[in-house]
């Protein structure tokens, strides 16, 4: 069983900054892909940035120049920085991993999902 936790949302004003962690825990012996997606009230969930075991990374248009996702294979765990946030970034932000568990030549690969933080920009 794999979970993942995310922590650092909250409240901040236009142009702020905020630092969102995820760490992965559980019986893991390999991990993929890892990265944010964001769900806006009324909206469908959304890319928000995605990372690679190898560090290859991935955002959405709204994210570029603004958020900087990294990432400590070590550890199982991501960061995304937050720049220049705007009002429209207010979402519930959920951390998402493609984790590997059981054997570890023949892992058995899941899509895991955490609970969300909430990220308010006020205006």
């Known amino acids: 069983q794999v979970q993942v936790l995310e922590s650092g949302g909250g409240l901040v004003q236009t142009g702020g900054s905020l630092k969102l962690s995820c760490e992965a825990s559980g019986n893991i012996v390999s991990m993929r892909t890892m990265g944010w997606y964001r769900q806006a009230p009324g909206k469908q969930r959304e890319l928000v940035a995605t990372i690679t075991a190898g560090g290859r990374t991935k955002y959405a248009n709204s994210a570029k120049d603004r958020f900087t996702i990294s990432r400590n294979n070590a550890r199982n765990t991501i960061t995304l920085d937050m720049n220049s946030l705007k009002p429209e970034d207010t979402a519930v932000y959920y951390c998402?991993?493609?984790?590997?568990?059981?054997?570890?030549?023949?892992?058995?690969?899941?899509?895991?999902w955490g609970q969300g933080t909430q990220v308010t920009v006020s205006s």
């Open positions: 998402y991993a493609e984790a590997g568990s059981g054997a570890y030549y023949y892992p058995d690969w899941n899509e895991v």
